[in-house]
């Protein structure tokens, strides 16, 4: 049983499965999905309904038009933003339950500005030299189930 709460922030994600997918992630977790800003697709979308099977009863999701508005609303709490541009391990962070975790539109990522606002926040997963990045589910997967296991 899992007894920590985190929250998961999708900034304009761009692909309905990883979208269902990390939201039956969020389901079986217990965390908050947060959609922010332009959705790249409906969230009537057949793929986002495929993906999130039926877990779509058991996943809280919330819509921001944009970031301020939901940092705003949570003004104490820690917000670390996912990126590969930072040298900043994941690994080396002490999470506390609450805390936010944002990723990027799969293509392109978070805006350089909002990564260099908050760059002690700027964290990343590891991977080979040479390689773009992992699959957005992967990450908030990764991310999130090391926030849990930290957190008993």
Same mark, same amino acid.
């Given at each position: 049983m899992i007894n920590s709460k985190f929250n998961i922030v999708l900034y304009e994600p761009e692909i309905p499965q990883n979208t269902g997918n990390i939201a039956r992630l969020c389901a079986c977790s217990g965390a908050d999905l947060?959609?922010?800003?332009?959705?790249?697709?409906?969230?009537?979308?057949?793929?986002?309904?495929?993906? *999130?099977?039926?877990y779509w009863d058991s996943v809280n999701i919330n819509k921001y038009n944009n970031?301020?508005?939901?940092?705003?609303?949570?003004?104490n709490s820690d917000f670390y933003y996912l990126t590969t541009k930072s040298k900043n391990k994941?690994?080396?962070?002490?999470?506390?339950? *609450?805390?936010?975790?944002?990723? *990027?539109?799969e293509t392109r990522g978070l805006p350089e500005s909002l990564l260099k606002k908050y760059a002690d926040k700027a964290i990343t997963i590891?991977?080979?030299?040479?390689?773009?990045?992992?699959?957005?589910?992967?990450?908030?997967?990764?991310?999130?189930?090391?926030?849990?296991?930290?957190?008993?």
């Open positions: 947060y959609l922010v800003g332009k959705l790249g697709f409906s969230l009537s979308d057949k793929y986002l309904k495929r993906a *999130g099977l039926d970031l301020d508005d939901l940092l705003n609303e949570f003004p994941y690994t080396g962070c002490n999470f506390k339950e *609450g805390d936010f975790f944002v990723f *990027g539109p590891p991977m080979a030299d040479g390689q773009r990045s992992l699959n957005l589910s992967n990450s908030v997967a990764i991310v999130l189930y090391e926030a849990i296991r930290q957190n008993g």
